[in-house]
């Protein structure tokens, strides 16, 4: 029988940022045998905000790399360690839009995939705050009115399908 001694391991870190880490474990066993462990660690957790003033919600313009084209999300972004989902939707809607918000709640949480973050979205009360100018990763922020928001969603320009879903089944009555 072996012995956790009998091992050699080599560990290192390949990846590392606020929101993902991806670490590698080479065993080296006493049979000779090389075996390579690889593990993601992910702050699994993003926020979306879904401000309505004036009855308008607000959107931003960006170009998403990944599904090369220019597309409309809310503001948001993905949880930093240490902070909440809470702190994180106030912080990246001040970052992204110039604005601060108060009467936050969580709305809805959503989980696509296994591997991707769950998302929580808030719906939010403007307070105060000018809306800011375009900027390296937002290239516009409207406030836009459901039947824009509509229209974008028809060309299929809503980055995520349940951006839309969501407007729809938790805005559209109150706008």
Do not use: C
């Amino acid at each position: 029988m072996f012995k956790e001694q009998d091992f050699s391991i080599t560990k290192s870190t390949i990846v590392y940022d606020h929101y993902i880490k991806v670490k590698q474990d080479i065993v080296n066993t006493p049979n000779g045998t090389i075996v390579d462990y690889n593990y993601i660690y992910s702050n699994t957790n993003a926020v979306l905000v879904l401000p309505i003033h004036d009855n308008k919600i607000i959107m931003l313009k960006q170009y998403r790399y990944p599904l090369k084209k220019y597309v409309y999300d809310l503001p948001g972004g993905g949880t930093k360690v240490g902070d909440t989902t809470l702190e994180t939707a106030k912080k990246e809607l001040k970052e992204e839009t110039g604005y601060d918000v108060e009467l936050i709640k969580e709305i809805a949480v959503l989980h696509e995939e296994a591997i991707s973050a769950v998302k929580h979205v808030f719906s939010a009360d403007i307070a105060g705050g000018e809306i800011l100018q375009k900027n390296d990763e937002i290239l516009d922020v409207k406030w836009l009115t459901f039947d824009e928001i509509k229209t974008i969603n028809d060309n299929d320009k809503i980055r995520r399908p349940w951006v839309w879903d969501i407007i729809q089944k938790d805005y559209k009555g109150t706008l």
